[in-house]
């Protein structure tokens, strides 16, 4: 993790300024940081030091279950928050978060903000809006595994996942994610080769169709 100053943190805040979401001068408190692809923002177990604002870049949140199993649980995307729970809650442990692309984010210190952003009426107004919206996706994603084929859960997968237009994913993860069997799941990648959706390279998938993706994935959103 890099943490980004002078210049570079000028141009983030200016850019994505969320200075409006708070009623006291945040900008004096954020740091904007920096994360590689596959680097762990938050280690499973380990209460956050930061309240993060994505900016760039996507991430994903795992579990540890009691019996050593690792679950993917589902994804950060831009413009979400990471650590509300544990900011509400002192006591809340965090599950794992780990990027699956580069990402930029700002980063609000608990120890100096903490008190000040639980007495921000402004803020907490639009944190409750994004809670009640993370509540409703949460619940939308289990009603597609039911409502919705693989084929149309599995192409909003890959898009959430690859970076740059590469796939890499663990076949194992995705079939645990989406509650599909393994069979099932080649039977689709390979239909999504067959209509040149993707390309096979080694272990990994390039996304060739990138319209035809986002229009099968698009259909969850729509619903």
């Not at 609000?108 to 809670?131: E, Q, V, Y």
């Amino acid at each position: 993790m890099q943490i980004l100053k002078n210049e570079k943190r000028n141009n983030y805040l200016n850019q994505y300024s969320i200075a409006h979401l708070f009623s006291f001068p945040i900008e004096n408190y954020i740091q904007v940081h920096e994360y590689k692809r596959e680097e762990w923002i938050i280690q499973e177990g380990t209460p956050p030091e930061y309240l993060f604002y994505v900016l760039e870049g996507k991430a994903k949140i795992y579990m540890t279950h009691q019996n050593g199993k690792v679950s993917l649980l589902d994804f950060i995307n831009e413009f979400e928050y990471i650590g509300e729970m544990e900011l509400l809650n002192e006591v809340y442990y965090s599950k794992g978060i780990q990027t699956s692309t580069k990402m930029i984010c700002f980063a609000i210190p608990f120890h100096s903000c903490r008190k000040l952003l639980l007495a921000d009426a402004t803020f907490l107004r639009h944190l409750s809006i994004f809670l009640s919206t993370k509540a409703t996706h949460m619940a939308a994603k289990y009603s597609h595994s039911l409502a919705f084929p693989l084929e149309n859960r599995l192409a909003d997968f890959i898009l959430q996942t690859a970076d740059n237009d590469l796939y890499k994913e663990k076949h194992i993860t995705v079939c645990d994610f989406l509650g599909v069997s393994y069979r099932h799941l080649l039977h689709v990648f390979s239909q999504f080769c067959d209509k040149q959706f993707l390309l096979k390279e080694g272990h990994s998938y390039k996304i060739t169709d990138k319209p035809a993706l986002t229009q099968l994935a698009n259909l969850l959103k729509n619903e």
